[in-house]
């Protein structure tokens, strides 16, 4: 395929490997924030080809894994009144929350539906006016903008809302960098998520945490090669941002997709499966749109923060935590039986070790 | 959700920027996109897609560009181990 073989080709990554080597006089600790280059990173081994020179670990990247479960119990309340038909995306659908998942919610005659876009939500409402449609919307700064137009565009419908549980990757970096402990020396950020804001969003946490940002693709190539200019960076010094992926990121992003976003969300403070609450870390529907709010329209509310029982997944998208080293991975918790949320996307760090079965 | 791999614009449709629409063919598997972010699009890009909705176009100048990383890097080494 046009644009992706041309950066999975064994002997270009073999070489980005052996520089890593040759530029690496220590050991370093890298993460990744993002569940797509998590999934690369597993799928291609790629933590094996480096080993010694950089650990990679596995950060807060997969949006449905940091969805809290108090959005879920109120997609689930939503989903049992009668004549609403809630749609989300098919990660979204096994993700447990206080009391089952949105799977046994339709198992129950929820109308739970998956859709590949909010617009697809949109569509479903037009052509069905008795049915209240919900989109639960999830996802990073990648996803919002798909949210964004597809209000603006159901501005006449009456009967499409939206459970809004958007968030955004900067705030999160700066929550895993202000840890006790925190051993992380420098990032891969997330290429699609830069895409649309831009990397000069990031030029202050390079600042203030004096580390390397690298703006990285999803081919293993490019991770590597973002890799090797994170560790030049490490090795001189140096602490800013450099951008690897410069086909499809430029600095300020995409400003019709930012003054979309700028229309409809507001940032607030918001509760991350896992990790707890983080400020200005959430999007939420801005005043003139919250008739379009669920939470509003059906009298739903949030519950408190609640905290995963018997899984450790906060330490896991935090680095304190290989998902191997876990005592309930592979035994208690699999894919078929998530205990957490990173077991149950693809792009989760527990499914990906699971599924490519490498311990790092 | 968020694996996005690049498909290429087969089709444009729509006047208004908030409905452009594109049929957009990733390896063959051919889906509707919202263009309202990128509403200058032409038959033959590539676009960067998540949840329906191209977040860009593939600047194809800086395509092969983790090649040539490489192989800068490559003769800076060779120049250092000449120097010494």
């Known amino acids: 395929m046009r644009f992706v073989d041309e950066y999975r080709d064994p002997e270009l990554c073999a070489g980005y490997a052996g520089e890593i080597h040759r530029a690496a006089t220590r050991g370093w600790t890298l993460m990744e924030v993002c569940g797509g280059q998590t999934h690369t990173i597993m799928r291609y081994g790629i933590g094996e080809m480096i080993a010694g020179a950089v650990e990679l670990i596995h950060g807060p990247g997969c949006p449905v894994c940091v969805t809290p479960v108090s959005h879920i119990d109120a997609a689930l309340e939503i989903a049992s009144i009668p004549g609403v038909a809630l749609c989300t995306f098919g990660d979204m659908l096994r993700v447990p929350g206080s009391r089952g998942d949105l799977n046994s919610a339709r198992a129950r005659g929820g109308d739970v539906r998956m859709v590949y876009s909010p617009f697809d939500a949109v569509e479903l409402a037009a052509k069905n006016p008795d049915t209240q449609v919900v989109m639960f919307a999830v996802g990073f700064e990648t996803t919002a903008p798909a949210t964004a137009a597809a209000l603006l565009s159901a501005r006449e419908l ?24 925190c051993g992380v020396q420098g990032f891969l950020a997330a290429g699609h998520v830069c895409t649309v804001t831009g990397w000069k969003p990031y030029s202050g946490i390079a600042d203030r945490y004096g580390v390397p940002i690298v703006v990285a693709g999803f081919e293993p190539a490019d991770i590597l090669q973002a890799v090797l200019m994170c560790v030049g960076q490490l090795e001189k010094g140096t602490h800013r941002v450099e951008n690897q992926y410069t086909r499809s990121v430029s600095p300020h992003g995409n400003p019709a997709a930012l003054a979309m976003m700028s229309r409809v969300f507001v940032t607030e403070d918001r509760d991350w499966r896992g990790m707890g609450v983080i400020p200005r870390s959430g999007l939420n529907l801005a005043m003139e749109w919250k008739t379009f709010d669920a939470l509003e329209r059906f009298g739903v509310s949030l519950s408190e923060p609640f905290h995963d029982k018997g899984c450790l997944a906060g330490r896991v998208l935090t680095g304190g935590l290989s998902p191997p080293d876990c005592p309930r991975f592979g035994s208690e918790c ?18 990906a070790h699971y599924r490519y079965g490498r311990k790092q | 959700m968020c694996l996005g791999i690049p498909g290429e614009v087969l089709e444009v449709w729509g006047d208004e920027p908030l409905t452009r629409r594109a049929k957009v063919s990733f390896g063959g598997a051919v889906r509707e996109v919202c263009l309202a972010g990128v509403p200058d699009a032409r038959v033959g890009e590539f676009v960067i897609v998540h949840a329906g909705f191209a977040l860009n176009r593939l600047n194809q100048e800086e395509a092969m560009e983790v090649h040539g990383y490489l192989a800068r890097i490559r003769e800076m080494g060779r120049e250092e181990c000449g120097e010494n």
């Open chain 1, 334 to 351: 699999t894919p078929d039986t998530p205990l957490g949320a990173p077991m149950v996307s693809s792009e989760g760090a527990c499914a």
């Open chain 1, 158 to 181: 009456r009967n499409f809302s939206v459970l809004c549980c958007h968030v955004l990757v900067p705030p999160a970096m700066e929550a895993v960098l202000s840890m006790e402990g």
